[in-house]
T-cell receptor, first 113, second 107 residues
Framework: DSGVTQTPKHLITATGQRVTLRCSPR?????VYWYQQSLDQGLQFLIQ?????ERAKGNILERFSAQQFPDLHSELNLSSLELGDSALYFC????WGTGNTIYFGEGSWLTVV | KNEVEQSPQNLTAQEGEFITINCSYS?????LHWLQQHPGGGIVSLFM???GKKKHGRLIATINIQEKHSSLHITASHPRDSAVYIC?????????FGTGTRLQVFP
């Protein structure tokens, strides 16, 4: 158990819809990361938050947004969903940054139909 | 060309064999991570290193910064080592991932 909690574990939704993925980081970790893993593109970095502030941005689509709340949990919002958004979305956390050990959640499987 | 290349893509071994997975990268990095992804999807961090060598149990990771290359070794492999092994480099606070090496160890 990494200590990182992600919900929901599985989600099936229709194209055009909006979903929210939730992540609670490991106790004491200030950084939260979101990653997308699809069959054709592998693991890709989406976005990082540190202590409530956006710190680094990767290949995150404009239809996607995220935030980190004062209690350090984070949400990833995916809107106007397309079939190609079907993927496994991972949340991860670390104490400070990517120079620390990164702990991954179990992932949220999103299927867009 | 990908910024992080792993080889081989697939690897099969008999229990007890010594295994090496390689990772080469073309960008500047501050650290390199080796990750293990189990068939169920979960990802576990095995090593984070910025120089030299680290060992944990039967796993050894090395990195050569000058040559931009890292290796993950598994000694005395076991069927429970069957997983996908992913190399990820830390490039200005962003992890760039390799495509992974799928390892199957047979009894």
């Amino acid at each position: 158990d990494s200590g990182v909690t992600q919900t929901p574990k599985h989600l099936i939704t229709a194209t055009g819809q909006r979903v929210t993925l939730r992540c609670s980081p490991r106790s004491g970790d200030l950084s939260v990361y979101w990653y997308q893993q699809s069959l054709d593109q592998g693991l890709q970095f989406l976005i990082q938050y540190y202590n409530g502030e956006e710190r680094a941005k990767g290949n995150i689509l404009e239809r996607f947004s995220a935030q980190q709340f004062p209690d350090l949990h984070s949400e990833l919002n995916l809107s106007s969903l397309e079939l190609g958004d079907s993927a496994l979305y991972f949340c991860a956390s670390s104490f400070w940054g990517t120079g620390n050990t990164i702990y991954f959640g179990e992932g949220s499987w999103l299927t867009v139909v | 060309k990908n910024e992080v290349e792993q080889s081989p893509q697939n690897l099969t071994a008999q229990e007890g064999e010594f295994i090496t997975i390689n990772c080469s990268y073309s960008v500047g990095i501050s650290a390199l991570h080796w990750l293990q992804q189990h068939p169920g999807g979960g990802i576990v961090s095995l090593f984070m290193l910025s120089s030299g060598k680290k060992k944990h149990g039967r796993l050894i990771a090395t990195i050569n910064i000058q040559e931009k290359h890292s290796s993950l070794h598994i000694t005395a492999s076991h069927p429970r080592d069957s997983a996908v092994y992913i190399c990820a480099v830390d490039n200005t606070d962003k992890l760039i991932f390799g495509t992974g090496t799928r390892l199957q160890v047979f009894p």
